[in-house]
Nanobody
Framework: VQLVESGGGLVQPGGSLRLSCAAS????????MYWARQVPGKEREFVAG????????NYADSVKGRFTISRDNAKNTMYLRMNVLTPEDTSVYYC?????????WGKGTLVTVSS
């Protein structure tokens, strides 16, 4: 199982970014997928989740209305569109899935929101 995040970078407050998570080594279309984030020294927190075929999504209250999670099962890829970014969104963003009770994580992509 491999999860590889990309798309992070430096963005100004109010700006936007789109993160991608490329998945391999498992049947992507059968798995619920998640985005989480972590600031050094703090616990990793849930950001958003999406069902296996994308028909159901849920979000942390802190990002609801600003972030959109999506997936393309034909490309084995999940996305996170982030709008109206604030400095509080600065974090390392990870994609995550659970397969047969085991958690899998990517290495993360850093998002820095700063002027």
């Amino acid at each position: 199982v491999q999860l590889v995040e990309s798309g992070g970078g430096l963005v100004q407050p109010g700006g936007s970014l789109r993160l991608s998570c490329a998945a391999s080594g498992f049947t992507f279309s059968r798995n619920v997928m998640y985005w989480a984030r972590q600031v050094p020294g703090k616990e990793r927190e849930f950001v958003a989740g999406i069902s296996d075929v994308g028909g159901s999504t849920n979000y942390a209250d802190s990002v609801k209305g600003r972030f959109t999670i999506s997936r393309d099962n034909a490309k084995n890829t999940m996305y996170l569109r982030m709008n109206v970014l604030t400095p509080e969104d600065t974090s390392v963003y990870y994609c995550n899935t659970n397969i047969n009770g085991m958690e899998y994580w990517g290495k993360g992509t850093l998002v820095t929101v700063s002027s």
